[in-house]
């Protein structure tokens, strides 16, 4: 495992396993005496957030308290803290529910608690801001034309207007808005404000007077010209259209936030969900029962068979079968097991039958450690706040504070009422965070249709942010760079045999076995030749290969072994060694005892790896290819995309470990991964890309997914992470720029209460017409490939010429799970 030399490179280097396993906090150190410090390190669901700055108030309480150390992450609602053993956990509960918000302690086996969490709240929630937002978009738009037109032309009016106008607004400033009402409401009770205080006194103030205005100063204006009324600052108090605007457009922006965090926890359920559910477990007389996971105990011994999931790490006592480790590791092919070797919970027993005792359960075994680095990375990534939200703890009390001086100033500078109610009400409305709260959502909701044409999905603002200072690039191989698949990649026939002879005989034995090395000779096979005959008297044999008759010879494929005294030609036996040599898996294939050929198997690179490779580099990316797999198949496959440094034989911590040393060298690092064992890799880096063709949990633990087949698109989904990104600082300056110059104009008296509700509403047009320009104009966008189906899944592989060639082919590890 090493790195080539770079100019100033990282230093990557990848503890112990041991080392990897032990978690930051807790009884991590040594105090210096050989006793175990008395810390404690704790994760709390925290509940009630509505903004970052929800989750800076809570961080600040709880840093408040003696030796607490703790990181709120609004995002995935999640907070962890390290105590004392001293202070205890009602202690943190309390403090977190004395400014308003809930707390509860999440512990036990990971899998339990995840599986168990708020998956149901999350999607409640969803579904909650989505009725809202519906309900308000569909009456904002009657509602903004019916209180424009009868502000700006009161002979429009007719007995009765004011209700309709009430029943349009009703349900949008009452009922959708309320989640915004509730919150200023429970935060005035601590005596706190946020964006949600905000924009709750926007609506209801702008509300009430539009009511009063509606029955009590305008009811009788009719008879006069707009001029007039607007001069008068009559017929221009009506700001319904006002309410409903910011209450559905920052509705949006909740929405699509409280949509990410629930495709966040998405990640952490489906990883955890990766693991068997029942197990075999075996009594003291050696009967079976079938039993749940959590009931096994170190020591408890358990069966598994062909197709079943080992239920948790441990030993084999007895049985022989082919492991896909993929899962856990990312290796391309599967490893032979017997009795002493190690088995990792949640991989996949290929072939044969195995007893296997506990050794480690729940928390401890690997999938657990996953599923905490997941979730403690995930904790730590979300840091950089939103500009809005950063300065919202300053922002929301002064204007407060301005719209109560403007109209005590206009009142004690001898104004009427009317007047100075309209100046501080023009303070407020104009201050309303519209633009600011459409600032990220409207570039995002662009730039999501913008990628989607493109088969690039990405997920939230932090996306965006982290892109620009990307510099970076963590390559995972197996079914990331490559296919994921074994394929034949090359031949060798012997004297006097063709490859389509040698091609029908190995097909035939093959096609009855589930080992991926037979699958991959039997399909290329297949797609050379056609249907296959079928193999008498096929048996398999653990660790060599397998055997049969096809019409009458005796067919083995498989190491040389296979057949004792079959003597192998020099010609092939050299080929085999350069397959060997080049990290591809060989077997060699005998008729009635004779050697008539050998063939090599690979997984294959996709033809984009190296193009794409190329196009990050020209972004100013430094590339760097890591694995499960071993040294010499890393580095074969790091040379045919053009990477020169490798990280090989890299479990999920280790992956884990890599990036974080590149962060601690200073680095910015993005993960472009695909499997589960990526997952831990993808959301601990400060950019996570996933390949959409791979696991569930690395797409949702990854920042932006690709939908397509060609990985270039991961340098465009970069670019297009990074212009979206300008886009949404230039939103953000122009809603603070609008508010500074805006504010002060209002406060003079030099804006009505109607005007400065258009400048704010034409604040939010430029937002968005300003967002819209991340649509493809001049230039066509990239091909829109889908989601491919891979070999053996509805597409069938190209076929083979005589010979096969071998270039662009991306080897498994050498030797590894040969038979």
């Not at 080539?4 to 112990?16: K, N, R, V, W, Y």
């Not at 009630?48 to 150390?69: F, P, Q, S, W, Y």
Request: aromatic share 4%; charged share 20%.
């Amino acid at each position: 495992m090493t790195l080539t030399d770079q100019p100033e490179p990282a230093p990557l280097g990848i503890p112990s396993h041991r080392q990897a396993r032990r978690q930051p906090g807790g009884a991590a150190g040594s105090d210096g005496a050989g006793r175990e410090p008395q810390v404690q390190s704790l994760s709390f669901s925290v509940d009630k957030m509505t903004c970052g700055a929800c989750a800076a108030r809570i961080e600040r309480h709880l840093n408040g308290i003696d030796g607490v150390r703790a990181v709120v992450n609004f995002a995935t609602e999640r907070a962890s803290v390290t105590a004392p053993a001293s202070v205890s956990v009602a202690r943190l509960v309390d403090e977190v529910a004395s400014i308003g918000y809930a707390a509860q302690l999440v512990g036990g086996d990971p899998r339990q608690a995840v599986v168990a969490g708020s998956a149901e709240e999350a999607a409640r929630r969803v579904r909650s801001l989505r009725r809202r937002l519906v309900v308000a978009a569909v009456l904002f738009m009657p509602l903004c034309d019916a209180s424009v037109a009868f502000s700006v032309v009161p002979s429009a009016r007719f007995e009765g207007w004011q209700w309709v106008l009430i029943a349009l607004a009703l349900p949008v400033v009452t009922w959708a808005a309320w989640p915004f009402h509730e919150a200023a409401f429970r935060h005035a009770l601590h005596r706190t404000a946020t964006m949600d205080t905000l924009v709750s006194l926007g609506v209801i103030s702008s509300s009430a007077w539009s009511v009063y205005a509606m029955f009590f100063e305008d009811a009788g204006a009719t008879g006069h010209s707009i001029a007039y009324l607007l001069a008068h600052h009559s017929g221009g108090s009506i700001y319904l259209d006002v309410a409903g605007g910011v209450t559905t457009f920052l509705l949006f922006g909740r929405w699509f936030e409280a949509r990410s965090r629930q495709r966040s926890g998405d990640a952490l359920r489906a990883l955890a969900e990766r693991g068997a559910k029942e197990v075999s477990m075996l009594d003291g007389d050696g009967a079976e029962r079938r039993r749940p996971v959590a009931d096994l105990r170190p020591g408890d011994r358990f069966v598994v068979r062909p197709g079943e999931k080992v239920a948790t790490d441990g030993v084999v006592v007895s049985g022989e079968s082919a492991i896909d480790r993929s899962l856990m590791t990312g290796e391309s092919e599967p490893v032979d097991v017997r009795a002493g070797d190690e088995v990792t919970g949640g991989t996949m027993c290929c072939a044969g039958r195995l007893v296997v005792e506990a050794t480690s359960v729940g928390a401890d075994t690997q999938l657990g450690q996953m599923l905490t680095l997941v979730e403690r990375a995930q904790n730590e990534k979300a840091q950089v706040q939103r500009l809005a939200d950063r300065v919202a703890s300053v922002f929301v009390p002064v204007v407060i504070v301005l719209a109560l001086v403007t109209l005590s100033g206009w009142l004690a500078a001898g104004a009427s009422s009317l007047d100075a109610f309209n100046a501080g009400l023009s303070v407020l409305i104009i201050a309303c965070p519209c633009a600011l709260g459409l600032a990220t959502p409207a570039a995002l909701f662009v730039a999501s249709g913008t990628g989607a044409r493109q088969g690039i999905f990405f997920k939230g603002y932090r996306a965006l942010e982290l892109s620009k200072q990307v510099d970076t690039v963590v390559l995972d191989k197996t079914g990331t760079v490559t296919e994921g698949r074994m394929a034949v990649v090359g031949l060798t026939a012997a004297s006097g045999v063709s490859g389509g002879e040698l091609l029908r005989l190995a097909g035939a034995v093959e096609q009855a076995s589930e080992h991926p090395v037979a699958r991959a000779v039997a399909a290329a096979a297949r797609a050379e030749l056609g249907a296959l005959t079928t193999a008498d008297s096929f048996a398999g044999v653990a660790g060599l290969g397998a055997t049969g008759t096809v019409r009458g010879r005796a067919v083995s494929v498989g190491r040389p072994a296979l057949v004792p005294g079959a003597a192998v030609p020099d010609e092939i036996a050299a080929r085999c060694t350069e397959w060997e040599a080049r990290g591809h898996t060989a077997v060699v294939v005998t008729s009635d005892g004779a050697v008539i050929g050998a063939i090599a198997v690979a997984d294959a690179v996709r033809p984009s790896a190296a193009p794409a490779v190329s196009k990050l580099r020209s972004l100013g990316l430094r590339c760097i290819l890591v694995s499960g797999d071993n040294e010499t198949t890393t580095r074969t496959v790091a040379a045919a995309i053009g990477v020169d440094e490798v990280v090989a034989g890299a479990r999920p911590a280790d992956k884990v470990a890599v990036i974080r040393s590149l962060q601690a060298a200073g680095r910015s690092v993005a993960m472009i991964g695909d499997g589960v064992n990526d997952a831990p890799a993808l959301a601990t880096a400060d950019l996570g890309l996933a390949v959409g063709s791979g696991a569930d949990v690395a797409i949702d633990a990854a920042d932006l997914v690709i939908v397509r087949e060609d990985l270039r698109a991961a340098a465009s989904a970069i670019a297009l992470a990074r212009r979206t990104l300008r886009i949404i600082h230039s939103n953000l300056l122009w809603a603070f720029a609008y508010n500074l110059v805006a504010i002060p104009v209002a406060a003079a008296g030099l804006l009505d209460p109607l005007v400065a509700a258009g400048a704010m509403s034409l604040s939010s047009v430029f937002v968005v017409w300003n967002s819209a320009r991340l649509r493809p104009g001049r230039h066509a966008p990239d091909r829109v490939a889908g989601r491919t189906p891979p070999v053996g899944h509805g597409r069938e592989p190209e076929s083979i010429p005589e010979p096969i060639p071998e270039a662009g082919a991306v080897p498994p590890e050498a030797g590894r799970g040969a038979r």
